[in-house]
């Protein structure tokens, strides 16, 4: 929270020629030109700071450049002049066979990685939902205090603790393979998905819940108080004054579960839902070629990398709204 | 607190504080207060710090709970039980040493927030009520300003703005000034002062002593928690009866700050 105004202009003052340096490294940069535009900037966000740490002017850009360039060569060179390299780059990086394992031939036995990734958007996007919801309710309860609400911090602490420490495979199992032994009817008769997304749900939900309660207990208690003394029932203090300070301090470790989130849809899998990673399996045992996993991989990054930038956008935009003293 | 007006006792007297005690864990902080605030009386809380005079103000404003004794707010006693203690406050402006304003809120949202959440008030009136607020206090063009854009003495207006425009019938105030740089002091305390003019019932807590001698119609001083001794601002600072007083206002003097 050193962002919180009065902390910001003082730290500024020394920062100042270093944030110059820093524009450099982010030539016509959003985060340059703001940073040098508006020195208060310098207190708020991980940006600020690690732009400063990294700067070190012109001869610095030159420098990094160069040893990118170096190890990025000598990497791709190991690779190619090791000994088995050309079985490797047939068995992973074939772009015949990655354009079948995209496409798939049920006929031939595999299916389509392209389209089965869509099962793992599906799930995450249902997840997700699911998991902001459950770990909002699950963060808020913990930090409740009235004691009517003790049977339920309880139980909230004993989730988190239990869901936070089984590792999600095993969670995956139990509910994949266990509720549908247990044979009760509708609820026994769900799809591997459904498991699977539920498992995602009790996992995740235990570990984004003390993201919550991070940022909840991120905004200063005078912050309540101000809120309180207006007149503003507990409700309305937590959803017009705390919640949206404690979530706008923790998008980024939001952002980052949910990427983690989307990789582990690979994890339903195990119970034989046809998503990406599961398909290129398929594709791999049944053609003896890999490179339908690099094309897993592909897929995977190709959704994770959006959310990143997304991240970043919104940590900026918001830092830019309230700088610039405008709606 | 429905109905003010039907209150029979003490006409008069906004404010009735009776034995009134406060212990954070092991530490009593207030050892029994006696206090009572006619309205539009102004009375400074002095004394050094840890003396009480927060929390003194925080309890009548029931962000503490207290142990004992009692205080009776117009009439009624809001340190019963039963009694809701967001209404209690909507009638009790609290103004913090360190403004506390919402720093995701832009100034006009921070001021309405409270009237269109807690009173009920369309969105339309309390912002022709906020920018009338904000301009009577020199602010009409920082609506749309955050509060990181603000300098110390302009959040501290905000914060006093965004407190009246709950139209509160006692203000508290908590060391206002004390975390402002000393150039930006005087237009927080002309504010005050229009208030007081306008017959603001207030209850300061300050470590401006020329403003308190100034402004209050009664100075209380607050040692270890027991209010040790009031009376009107020319006869504390020039007599004070009590030894205690006495030693503290040498203090002050010594320190150049009367």
């Known amino acids: 929270m050193t962002w919180l105004g009065r902390h910001g202009p003082r730290r500024s003052k020394a920062d100042v020629p270093r944030e110059e340096a820093a524009q450099f490294l982010v030539p016509g940069g959003p985060l340059a030109g703001s940073i040098g535009g508006a020195p208060q900037a310098s207190g708020f966000g991980p940006l600020g700071r690690r732009s400063r740490l990294l700067s070190s002017g012109r001869r610095g850009v030159a420098i990094s450049t160069t040893s990118t360039v170096v190890f990025v060569g000598a990497v791709v060179a190991i690779f190619l002049l090791a000994p088995g390299s050309a079985a490797v780059r047939h068995s992973f990086l074939s772009p015949e066979h990655m354009w079948q394992a995209f496409l798939g031939n049920p006929s031939k036995g595999y299916y389509s990685v392209g389209a089965a990734i869509w099962l793992n958007i599906r799930m995450f996007l249902a997840a997700e939902v699911i998991i902001l919801i459950l770990g909002l309710v699950v963060a808020v309860v913990r930090q409740s205090v009235g004691p009517v609400l003790f049977p339920l911090r309880i139980v909230s602490t004993i989730y988190v603790d239990v869901f936070r420490g089984v590792p999600l495979l095993l969670v995956v199992y139990v509910l994949g393979f266990g509720v549908p032994a247990l044979s009760l009817g509708f609820l026994s008769k769900q799809s591997a998905a459904v498991y699977g997304v539920t498992a995602l749900v009790l996992s995740y939900s235990a570990y984004v819940s003390e993201v919550y309660r991070a940022g909840l207990n991120s905004v200063h208690q ?106 | ?104 809120m832009n100034v006009l949202r921070n001021v309405t927030l409270a009237p269109i959440r807690a009173l009920g008030t369309d969105k339309a009136r309390a912002e022709d009520e906020a920018r009338s607020l904000l301009e009577r206090f020199g602010l009409a063009d920082k609506e749309t ?68 001698r100034d402004i209050a119609s009664r100075v209380c001083f607050l040692e270890d928690g027991y209010i040790v001794e009031q009376a009107p601002p020319a006869e504390l600072f020039t007599a004070p009866k009590d030894e205690r007083t006495q030693r503290f206002l040498r203090r002050i003097i010594s320190a150049g700050r009367l």
């Not at chain 1, 003394?229 to 959803?239: C, Y």
Request: charged residues 20%.
């Open chain 2, 145 to 212: 300003e955050y509060p990181d854009r603000l300098s110390g003495g302009q959040q501290q207006r905000v914060a006093i703005v965004r407190a009246l425009a709950m139209h509160p019938r006692l203000m508290l105030l908590d060391e206002v000034t004390s975390a402002l740089d000393p150039e930006l002091v005087s237009e927080v305390l002309d504010v005050i002062r229009e208030l007081a003019t306008a017959g603001m019932t207030m209850v300061i807590a300050t470590h401006e002593m020329g403003f308190a």
């Open chain 2, 1 to 104: 607190m429905t109905s003010p007006d039907a209150a029979p006792a003490a006409p008069g007297v906004a404010l009735q504080i009776e034995g009134l005690r406060k212990s954070f864990g092991a530490t009593e902080v207030l050892k029994g207060i006696d206090l009572s605030v006619a309205t539009h009386e102004v009375v400074c809380l002095i004394g050094a710090s840890g003396s009480g005079k927060s929390t003194l103000l925080r309890c009548t404003n029931l962000l503490e709970q207290i142990d004992s004794g009692r205080i009776v707010l117009f009439g009624e006693e809001i340190t019963s039980d039963d009694i809701d203690e967001n209404l209690v406050r909507r009638q009790v402006g609290i103004v913090f040493q360190s403004y506390n304003l919402f720093p995701h």
């Open chain 1, 222 to 327: 005078s912050q309540v108080a101000a809120a309180r003394s207006l007149g503003l029932s507990q409700w309305n203090s937590l959803r017009f004054v705390i919640l949206p300070q404690a979530i706008r301090n923790i998008v980024p470790a939001l952002l980052n579960d949910f990427i983690s989130l989307q990789k582990d849809t690979a994890l339903v899998g195990v119970l034989g839902a046809i998503e990406a990673s599961e398909a290129a399996q398929i594709y791999a045992s049944t053609t003896f070629n890999y490179s339908s996993f690099v094309v897993a991989a592909a897929l995977f990054l190709i959704l994770t990398i959006p959310l990143a930038r997304f991240t970043d956008h919104l940590i900026l935009r918001d830092r830019n709204r309230r700088l610039a003293g405008s709606k």
